[in-house]
């Protein structure tokens, strides 16, 4: 498995463009860059910055390659492409850039550089005001809820509660508290 590419979610079902033409040819653009990742083929993807690029002047190198398995060839006009590249809403474009890539030993590349959505992984968002009501609001009424359960369970035989259940909801409970308890510390 290339460690390069890791994580990565395909991305062409997800184009979103301001026309549809534009989401047509982009779409496409990012056909060929999931099939890329899928075939294992390294990739200028930045895991951290949650950015991808690809060299312009080898997309249609990269459909011929494909195409040569699917007896196929259905190049993409490049400067029709790029023109459509304005358009797009995701993933963003970030414009033409020159990098020194990794998988071009190093050496100075042009590169088309889009801005994928990622995941602030390990960082504690901050809480609102607004955010530490509502969980405030959702915890109360989520212990109302289960005390009326839990009354009415001796009585209703068809009311089960498992140990898991009820750990699972405490647990819950007990991290939009702490949550909420920063927000007031501060």
Same mark, same amino acid.
């Given at each position: 498995m290339n460690e390069n590419i890791i994580p %990565?979610? &395909? *991305?062409?079902?997800?184009?979103?463009?301001?026309?549809?033409?534009? !989401? /047509?040819?982009c779409k496409k653009l990012f056909e060929l860059i999931d099939r890329c990742v899928q075939a294992q083929f390294s990739f200028n993807h930045d895991t951290e910055k949650g950015q991808i690029s690809i060299c312009p002047d080898q997309i249609n190198d990269l459909i011929n390659e494909f195409s040569k398995s699917e007896k196929?060839?259905?190049?993409?006009?490049?400067?029709?492409?790029?023109?459509?590249?304005?358009?797009?809403?995701?993933?963003?474009?970030?414009?033409?850039?020159?990098? %020194?890539? &990794? *998988?071009?030993?190093?050496?100075?590349?042009?590169?088309?550089?889009? !801005? /994928?959505?990622?995941?602030?992984?390990?960082?504690?968002?901050?809480?609102?005001?607004?955010?530490?009501?509502?969980?405030?609001?959702?915890?109360?009424?989520?212990?109302?809820?289960?005390?009326?359960?839990?009354?009415?369970?001796?009585?209703?035989r068809e009311v089960i509660y498992q140990a898991k259940d009820l750990i699972y909801k405490l647990t819950d409970l007990e991290l939009k508290l702490q949550q909420i308890q920063s927000f007031l510390e501060k």
């Open positions: %990565y979610v &395909p *991305i062409a079902d997800r184009v979103k463009a301001k026309t549809e033409k534009s !989401q /047509l040819l196929s060839s259905t190049e993409i006009d490049i400067n029709v492409l790029k023109s459509s590249l304005s358009d797009l809403i995701y993933p963003m474009f970030k414009g033409e850039h020159t990098i %020194y890539s &990794p *998988i071009w030993n190093n050496e100075e590349i042009r590169v088309w550089q889009f !801005q /994928l959505n990622q995941i602030a992984q390990g960082e504690i968002m901050e809480v609102s005001q607004e955010n530490a009501e509502l969980m405030l609001d959702c915890s109360i009424s989520a212990l109302k809820i289960w005390r009326q359960s839990l009354e009415a369970a001796p009585s209703n």
